[in-house]
C-alpha cells in the first residue's frame, strides 16, 4: 500500500486552495467525501494493491464504499467538480490507458462482494467487489457452477465485463454472454438496472464495455445446479524440452477440444533456479485419469520430460494460478488474439523469453485455447464485445515481462511487443483484435471493440455526455 499523510495532502489543499481556488485539491475533495457518503464508508489514502505497478493509477484520495449510495454520490460529486475518478474491484487490470490526473479519486467496491444463489441455482448475483475467490466457494456453497475467469484474484466482474474467458466458456459461453440484468451506477449517479428489456441499449453496451458506461454495483448471472462430481475437474501439467516447442505449439493447433475441456501453453519459470521451462496446462470437467488421457492424447504422444495430474474440486480449479496473481512489480503485458499458433515461429519466441526472463525471472509467455463452439452460437450483435473474438480468435495469446528494476523498461517493452508481432495476422499489430482485458493500452480502438465501435461511439454520447467515465479503454 501507497500512504501520503492527511496532513501533507490538507497543506498541499490550505496552499493551494489560496492560489487557484476553483480547483479542488486532494485534501479538500477527501473532506467533502468524508463528509458525503455513508458512515459505514472510510475515506483514505490508502491504495488497494494492484498487480502491476507499471503505469498503476495513482488516485489521491481512496473511498471504501458500502453501498451503491456511497458509489452515487462520489460519482455525482467528481462529475460535477470535473475530478477523475476509477472504480477498482480485483485491481488486476494492467492496461495502461489510467489517468487520474493530479487530485484524482479511486472507487474502492471490496466491501460491495456479496455473492448469493436463488433457491434453484439457476442464477447468482455477483455484488461489483467480489473477486473470485468469493464466487467460487460460494457456488461450491450452492452446488452449483458460475462462469468465472481462472484466476481467484481477478475481480469476478471486472474480467466478466469484458468478455469473460473461463473454465467453462465452452459449455456456457463468455462472462457476457450469461449476465442477466446489471445494477449500475451512471454517470448522471442515478442508480438503474439493465437487461434485455430494461434499457436495451446500455445492456449491451455494458456487456464488452461496462467500464465506460457506469459501475456495476450487481450482476445478475445464470449459473448451474451441479453435483459435486460436477463440480470436479481433471487437471494436468505437462513439461517438455524447447526443442519440441513446434511439435507442441502443432499438437495444440490440431487438438479436437471438448466443450469441457481448455488447453494452455505457457512459458515459465520452473521455480528451480528460475530455470524457464515449456508447460502445457490442461483441464477436462469431470474427467478422470482414463478420460483425461484421452482427450489430452496428442499432447501426451509428445514425450513429456515430465508430467503430474490430478482430479481437483472446484475450489482448487485456481490454485495452480496463485502465483500469477502476486501484486506489485512491473508488468507492461501485451497480448493479442490469434488466429493459428504458427508452430514454426516458437524457437523464435522461446529465444526473446529466455533473453528477457534471465533478467526478469517471473515473466510469462502464455496461449490461452478455449472451446468457442458455444461462444459462436450467440450473434456477435447481442453484446458489444468485438465478434472477433467469437469468430477470428484461435486463442489468446499474452506475453507479459515481469521485473522490479524499472531500468529494465525499455527492454521489456521491446520483449513484449516483439512477441505481439510475431502473433498479430494484421499488417498493424495495433490494430490486431484484441481482448479489452488483455490489451496493453496502444491498441487501436477498433482492434479492441471491432464492429461494434461506431454503435458504443454513439450510446456514449447518450450515457456518458460529459466522458465521465474514461479510465478503461476511453471510447471517443
Ligand atoms: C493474474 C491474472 C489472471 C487473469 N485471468 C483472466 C481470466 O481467466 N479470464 C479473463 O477473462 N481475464 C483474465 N485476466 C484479465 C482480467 O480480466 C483483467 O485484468 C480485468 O481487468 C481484471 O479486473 P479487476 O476487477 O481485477 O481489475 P480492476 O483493475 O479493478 O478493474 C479493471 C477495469 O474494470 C473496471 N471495473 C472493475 N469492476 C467494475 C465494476 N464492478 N463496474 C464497472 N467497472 C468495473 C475498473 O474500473 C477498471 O477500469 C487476468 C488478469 C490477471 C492479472
Sequence with gaps: MRVLSFIQLLATAVTVTALVPRIPTPGVVANDLKSLVSTASSVSVDLPARWSDYNLPLPSVVVNVASENDVAIVIKYCTKQGIKFLAQNGGRGWGKTFNLGSNGVLINLAALNKVTFSANKTQATIGGGAIIGDVIPAANAAGALVVTG?????????????????????????????????????????????????????????????????????????????????????????????????????????LPLLPHQRIYLVLTNSGNNNEPVVLVTGYLRKGTEQTGRAAFAPIYALGPSSESSTIADYEEWNVSNDGFCTSGGQKPAYSTTINNMQAQKWPEIWNLYTAFQKKGPNSAVLIERYNLTKAQSVPDSSAALSGALRRQAFAQAIVIPWYDDVTLEAEALTFGQKVRDIWSFSTTPTDNPTYINFAHGDESLSAIYGSSLPRLQTLKKTWDPRGAFTQWFPIK
Excluded: H
Design 150 to 254: 481462472n484466476c481467484n484474484c481477478l475481480g469476478a466482474l471486472g474480467a466478466m465485463l469484458g468478455a469473460g474467458y473461463g473454465n467453462l466458456m465452452g459449455e456456457v459461453g463468455f462472462g457476457v454472454d450469461n449476465i442477466i440484468s446489471l445494477r449500475v451506477v451512471i454517470a448522471s449517479g442515478e442508480v438503474i438496472t439493465v437487461s434485455k428489456t430494461s434499457y436495451p441499449d446500455l445492456f449491451w453496451a455494458m456487456r464488452g464495455a461496462g467500464p465506460n458506461f457506469g459501475v456495476v454495483i450487481s450482476a445478475t448471472v445464470k449459473s448451474m445446479p451441479a453435483t459435486a462430481e460436477d463440480r470436479t475437474a481433471w487437471i494436468n501439467n505437462l513439461y517438455f524440452a524447447p526443442e519440441k516447442l513446434p511439435q507442441v505449439a502443432q499438437a495444440i493447433q490440431d
